[in-house]
């Protein structure tokens, strides 16, 4: 069972701001999830290479050259920002 | 005219010969929606002026006497984690409420050379994550079949409108199941591509390496036309592949050269006696129309869903981190109120207000396994364990050419019925997640009903193979329609 310290921490890590309320039910669920995971450990895997994507494709790589967008697909990105100064993302001031 | 049972070839038809519109048959479905869709909650935004003008361009060039294409001038709906550009995209989070695609998806950049009508954006589980809508910030969708019950997810609003009649396809996506289950749960088609045959550029990712685009519809030659449609290599997407795919409309499979398999794995604990019934019934009238079925073991299938449990929300914690309240989505950057003087502050308030508790659970559980100190005993263990199921159904299809399974182990079940505890939830994606685990095609048909409830019958192919599993499952729509 995951304490309410352990989740705090991982709300944190995750960047989530949870209520009090929330931390007791996230412990409770997540442990529920992690004890059924669990069972992993129990599966022979000895000598098994990992298997990461879906396919097992090469890598696929393209040449490093810019390409622009379009001029209004571009607008559009920026327009969604919520704090913007100009063309760039606004955020608050992260140096003391 | 009554449209609801409309497919693709229909509707074709129907306008070359002039017996109806593309704009006619386009607002009939929105007629539809408008009557039908408060009940049940398929759409969660309609682009009425858009789909009327595409709709009236087909029609000039029918006029003209054109030939057009298969899907041109037919109404479909996308589910709401596909971006439409300049349409809102909210993969049903209160996190993109108010999101606008800045560009298109490419499977719809591709419809739109079809000249399809794209009629409007379909509800879902908050960013694909669940199994019955239920976890959608705007309103669970309900079953058309049954409005006390769920229609499945994540894909449900998708599934709803195609079974409801309010369009004559959709696309959904299926990352554990997402698209076979809803449609299972409502009675019509659902097929999940190989893994790569698809671009995912423009799909909300959920888990990048488990995600696929594909069709929901009325039958399988609808779903074989809308992947046709769709499928392709892409540049923006550099794990989807170049392809000589074969032809579906050509000559039907010979029932008599094909084998199945039956996983034994899939037909013990747990699976409902009457949908066991019922998948074994169409067991049966295959093997009586010639096909060879033969047990097969699929050993690792135990440790599927707990695999997936584990690579599955440690991928979403690393895609849903992109939603900081910086550049996109809800943020409380502006908040006075607060007073927000900290980035950090920004991050956790933004994201512990925009994301739904599902979402919020997921991120967690991925931060969890993916934090130092338990990365080698989750992840690593999870992706080893991946490599075994894959090998499972490698070992399989050297015997057989498609796998026959339930869907699901239940029929569609009710509202808050499984929403109190997450595992039980989960346990509902038992027969579909090992698909996704080794990237193969799979496709939900209907099979006869249980208690009066839709259910589905999953047929598995090899990767790749995704003509033949198709061709195989319209012969197996042939057989169980024709004996009912």
């Known amino acids: 069972m995951l304490t309410g310290k352990e989740v705090e921490k991982i709300a944190e ?84 | 005219m009554n449209f609801k049972n409309l497919t693709i070839k229909e509707a074709h038809k129907l306008l070359e010969n002039r017996e109806i519109t593309s704009a006619e048959l386009t607002e009939e479905f929105f007629g539809e929606i408008k009557k039908r869709d408060k009940e049940i909650n398929a759409f969660l935004s309609l682009a009425e002026n858009e789909a009327m003008a595409a709709a009236k361009k087909v029609d000039a060039r029918i006029a003209k006497g054109e030939p057009i294409e298969l899907l041109a001038g037919i109404p479909s709906a996308i589910k709401d984690n596909i971006l439409i550009r300049g349409a809102k995209a909210t993969a049903a989070s209160k996190m993109l409420e108010n999101y606008i695609a800045p560009y298109d998806a490419t499977v719809i950049e591709k419809l739109r050379e ?35 019950r769920v229609p499945g997810g994540s894909s449900g609003g998708s599934a709803a409108a195609v079974k409801a009649g309010f369009c004559v396809y959709a696309l959904g996506s299926d990352t554990g199941g997402s698209i076979r289950q809803p449609a299972g749960f409502c009675g019509v088609v659902g097929f999940k591509p190989t893994y790569g045959a698809i671009s995912r550029h423009g799909l909300i990712a959920m888990a990048a390496s488990l995600d696929q685009i594909g069709p ?26 170049k392809k000589d795919w074969p032809d579906y409309w050509n000559e039907p499979i010979d029932i008599e050269e094909i084998k199945i398999g039956v996983p034994r794995e899939y037909f013990t604990h747990g699976l409902d006696s009457e949908v066991e019934k019922s998948v074994r019934e169409a067991i049966l009238k295959l093997e009586k129309e010639g096909a060879k079925i033969v047990d097969i073991d699929l050993p690792y299938s135990e440790w599927a869903l707990a695999a997936y449990y584990i690579i599955m929300p440690a991928e979403v914690s690393a895609n849903l981190a ?68 894959k090998q499972d159904f490698d070992r399989a299809f050297r015997e057989v050419d498609a796998i026959i399974s339930p869907v699901s182990p239940t029929v569609a079940f009710k ?70």
């Open chain 1, 13 to 96: 890590l995750a960047r989530l701001e949870l209520g009090e309320k929330e931390k007791e039910k996230f412990a409770e669920d997540l442990s529920s999830v992690i004890g059924y995971v669990q069972k992993l450990s129990e599966a022979n895997v000895e000598k098994v290479e990992p298997m990461a994507g879906g396919t097992d494709l090469e890598n696929i790589v393209r040449k490093d050259d810019v390409e622009n967008c379009d001029p209004e697909t571009r607008k559009k990105i920026l327009a969604a920002a919520p704090s913007r100064e100009g063309d760039y993302f606004k955020v608050p001031s992260i140096l003391e």
């Open chain 2, 114 to 148: 079809e000249e399809a009508v794209l009629l409007g954006k379909t509800n879902m589980d908050e960013f694909a994550m669940g199994s019955s809508t239920e976890n959608s910030a705007f309103g669970p969708t309900k079953n058309p079949v049954d409005l006390q």
């Open chain 2, 216 to 241: 929901i519809t009325k039958n399988v030659d609808d779903a074989a036309a809308v992947f046709e449609a769709i499928r392709g290599n892409d540049k923006f997407d550099s794990t989807s592949v």
């Open chain 2, 322 to 389: 992109r939603l900081d309240g910086i550049r996109y989505g809800y943020s409380k950057i502006k908040n006075s109120e607060f007073g927000l003087q900290n980035l950090f502050d920004v991050y956790l308030k933004s994201r512990g207000e925009g994301f739904g508790a599902e979402a919020r659970r997921r991120i967690m559980l991925g931060t969890y396994i993916l934090s130092a100190g338990y990365y080698d005993a989750y992840y690593t263990r999870a992706q080893k364990v991946r490599r075994l199921i």
């Open chain 2, 415 to 484: 509202f808050g019925e499984k929403t109190h505890d997450p595992l039980s939830m989960y346990l509902s994606d038992i027969y579909t997640v090992s698909v996704n685990m080794a990237g193969l095609p799979a496709i939900s048909i209907p099979a006869k009903e249980a208690y009066n409830l839709p259910v589905g019958l999953q047929l598995i192919g090899d990767s790749f193979e995704d003509i033949k599993l198709l061709k195989i499952a319209k012969m197996a729509e042939t057989i169980i329609k024709e004996k009912i």
